[in-house]
Each structure stands twice: as C-alpha cells, then as structure tokens.
C-alpha cells in the first residue's frame, strides 16, 4: 500500500466558479467585511462580523443568523494572506475545517476556486447531512456573483 500520497477526498468540498468582475474587486468583496456582510453564508442567512483582521494570525470573527432565528458563530484564523491571489484560514470553531480560496485573473473575469478540508471524514458527511453544507456553498457563491452583479448595474 503506498502511503506516500495523502487521499482527502472523503473529506473535503471544492467548488470553482468564474466571476464575472475582475480580480481586484473580486478580492475586496472577499476582504471587506462590509462587503462581505452583504454575500456571506447560505440563502436566508444575514452575517455579523465582529472581527475581521485579514493578515496571516488575523482573527476572523462572524455570526451567520439562520432564517429560523439561530444563531451560528464562527471564529477563524487566518493562515495565509497573498493579495490578489489567496485566502487560507482555520475555521477554528466546530466544525473545523481549513479553507483555501484561490483567486486567479482571467482579463475581467476572476476564476475563484473554494476548497474546504476537514478533519474527518466523519465530521465532513455530518456537516453535509445537517448543514448541506455542499449546498450552502453554492448558495453563498450565487450570493457573491448577484452582489457583484449588482455593484456594476
């Protein structure tokens, strides 16, 4: 058996998508947590961020309000910081996971590419079970490029 390869794939979420608004705006929807308060979570969700400091060791946190009341904290740490090119950070609150955002020129346009690793691969089918949480991120990227959408009308 070779052992010299990790396999994650039981254990992670990646979705990419390109955007139709160029890099730098892109990224700023991403780091401005005034920006991003009016994207982030799922459908029906609204967002309160307390802390967002987007530089590696930066604290990232925010409350994502279910449309049925609950409240869902979430406190990360970011890990890498490379302007116009990357996110890393540690969803430090369960369930933990490492999420790496990757944002690439393409002329206007901006291929995103959303990676999340969890620490199990139990832990990962619990969250898609009781959160949808393949769903929700497709959900929260709609919500980016209608935002987006709506910053150039």
Do not use: C
Not at 73 to 78: R, Y
Not at 98 to 115: D, I, P, R, S, Y
């Amino acid at each position: 058996m070779d052992n010299t390869k990790s396999n994650t794939k039981d254990r992670e979420i990646f979705l990419s998508r390109t955007l139709n608004a160029p890099v730098e705006l892109v990224w700023e929807m991403w780091t401005t947590p005034e920006h991003i308060a009016n994207w982030w979570g799922p459908n029906g969700f609204t967002t309160t961020i307390s802390t967002m400091e987007v530089a590696p060791g930066g604290k990232w946190d925010i409350v994502m309000h279910g449309p049925d009341g609950t409240d869902y904290k979430n406190k990360s740490i970011f890990k890498e910081v490379i302007k116009y090119k990357k996110i890393v950070y540690d969803h430090v609150s369960a369930p933990r996971h490492l999420t790496t955002v990757e944002f690439v020129a393409q002329g206007e346009k901006t291929l995103l590419t959303w990676h999340m690793l969890f620490e199990s691969a139990e832990q990962f089918m619990a969250v898609v079970k009781k959160y949808g949480a393949i769903e929700g991120l497709k959900q929260n990227v709609e919500k980016l490029e209608m935002y987006l959408a709506g910053l150039s009308a």
